[in-house]
T-cell receptor, first 112, second 115 residues
Framework: GEDVEQSLFLSVREGDSSVINCTYT??????LYWYKQEPGAGLQLLTY?????DMKQDQRLTVLLNKKDKHLSLRIADTQTGDSAIYFC????????????FGAGTQVVVTP | GAVVSQHPSWVICKSGTSVKIECRSL??????MFWYRQFPKQSLMLMAT?????????EQGVEKDKFLINHASLTLSTLTVTSAHPEDSSFYIC???????????FGSGTRLTVV
C-alpha cells in the first residue's frame, strides 16, 4: 500500500467548508505539502507546512498538522465551484530530498 | 514565481516509435529535476531523478533503457520514451527544484497516447 493515504472522494456544497484528510508514515518528513490538480493539468502547489508547526492559515486554506498521529488536513473555507479538483498531500522525507511521496489524491466535487 | 514549462502537452504516437518530452525551468536554474508518471485516477509515481551533468537515478522497476533521461543544461531535462507501446500511455509530469522550501514546481504534464 501507499505510504501516504487519503480518502478518495469528497462532495461538498458550494459555500460550505471542505476538509481533506491525509495520513503519512515518515515522521522525519520536514515539510508536508498540499497540491491541487485540475483535469489534464499539472500540479499546483497550494500550501505547505513545516513539521514543527501545528497550523498554517493562508486565506481560505487552513492546514492542521498532528505530528503525533502523523495526520495532516486541509480545510477550504467557503468552497467554490472552482475548487473542484483532485487534491494531493505529499511528504518530503529528509533522507531523500526532492522525492516527494504522494497520496492517491482526493477528488473534491463542489455542487451548487 | 518559479515556472516550469513542459512540452508537448499531449502527443499521439505509433507503437515502436520514440517520443521526447521536454521540461524547462524558465526563470531559475534547476540542478535537479524529477519525472513522474500518473495513471488515470491514481497518484504520481516517481520514475527518476534527473541530475544536471550526470546520469539520472531511476526508481526501482523503471527501465532506464526505455525511459532515457538527459539533463544537459541547468534549465532543460528531456525524457525520451523509446520503442513506445500502448502500455506506456500515461500522463507524464516533470518537476524542477530551485532548492527552496517551495521549490517543487511542476510542469503542466504531457498526455502520451500510444496507438
Amino acid at each position: 500500500g501507499e505510504d501516504v493515504e487519503q480518502s478518495l472522494f469528497l462532495s461538498v456544497r458550494e459555500g460550505d467548508s471542505s476538509v481533506i484528510n491525509c495520513t503519512y508514515t515518515d515522521s522525519s518528513s520536514t515539510y508536508l505539502y498540499w497540491y491541487k490538480q485540475e483535469p489534464g493539468a499539472g500540479l499546483q502547489l497550494l500550501t505547505y507546512i513545516f513539521s514543527n508547526m501545528d497550523m498554517k492559515q493562508d486565506q481560505r486554506l487552513t492546514v492542521l498538522l498532528n505530528k503525533k498521529d502523523k495526520h495532516l488536513s486541509l480545510r477550504i473555507a467557503d468552497t467554490q465551484t472552482g475548487d473542484s479538483a483532485i487534491y494531493f498531500c505529499a511528504e518530503s522525507p529528509t533522507d531523500s530530498w526532492g522525492k516527494l511521496q504522494f497520496g492517491a489524491g482526493t477528488q473534491v466535487v463542489v455542487t451548487p | 514565481g518559479a515556472v516550469v514549462s513542459q512540452h508537448p502537452s499531449w502527443v499521439i504516437c505509433k507503437s515502436g516509435t520514440s517520443v521526447k518530452i521536454e521540461c524547462r525551468s524558465l526563470d531559475f536554474q534547476a540542478t535537479t529535476m524529477f519525472w513522474y508518471r500518473q495513471f488515470p485516477k491514481q497518484s504520481l509515481m516517481l520514475m527518476a531523478t534527473s541530475n544536471e551533468g550526470s546520469k539520472a537515478t531511476y526508481e526501482q522497476g523503471v527501465e532506464k533503457d526505455k525511459f532515457l533521461i538527459n539533463h544537459a543544461s541547468l534549465t532543460l531535462s528531456t525524457l525520451t520514451v523509446t520503442s513506445a507501446h500502448p502500455e506506456d500511455s500515461s500522463f507524464y509530469i516533470c518537476s524542477a527544484s530551485n532548492r527552496g522550501v517551495d521549490g517543487y514546481t511542476f510542469g503542466s504534464g504531457t498526455r502520451l497516447t500510444v496507438v
